[in-house]
């Protein structure tokens, strides 16, 4: 059984910095990628950031690219989403995925089935 569960968000100030983890239960996670999505009100759920099993490579959206940095301690088997630079647009509820793929070769939050229940993050004054 796969198990994820996100922690680490709240409400941060404009320019703020965060640290989103992504804990797994039952599995041990080194092997797989993990993609971080998020979603806010009346926007399409989008994916932001993945790292390959074994560290095999990252990918960071455009829009988090230089401000984002993801991250896995693989003795803790948990995943890290450094989240700096903070703006009122990256507020949204943020999720992380697997599909039990080695490499960050899925994009599309349809092809994945195993979530963690969502983690707020709000960014406002």
């Known amino acids: 059984q796969v198990q994820l569960v996100e922690s680490g968000g709240g409400l941060v100030q404009p320019g703020g910095s965060l640290k989103l983890s992504c804990a797994a239960s039952?599995?041990?996670?080194?092997?797989?990628?993990i993609h971080w999505f998020r979603q806010a009100p009346g926007k399409e759920r989008e994916g932001i950031s993945c790292i390959g099993g074994l560290n095999e490579g990252t990918y960071y959206d455009d829009s988090v690219k230089g401000r984002f940095t993801i991250s896995r301690d693989n003795v803790k088997n948990v995943v890290y989403l450094r989240m700096n630079s903070l703006e009122p647009q990256d507020t949204a509820v943020y999720h992380c995925a697997t599909e039990g793929n080695y490499y960050c070769s899925i994009y599309s939050p349809a092809d994945y089935h195993y979530w963690g229940q969502g983690t707020q993050v709000t960014v406002s004054s």
């Open positions: 039952k599995f041990t996670l080194d092997n797989y990628a």
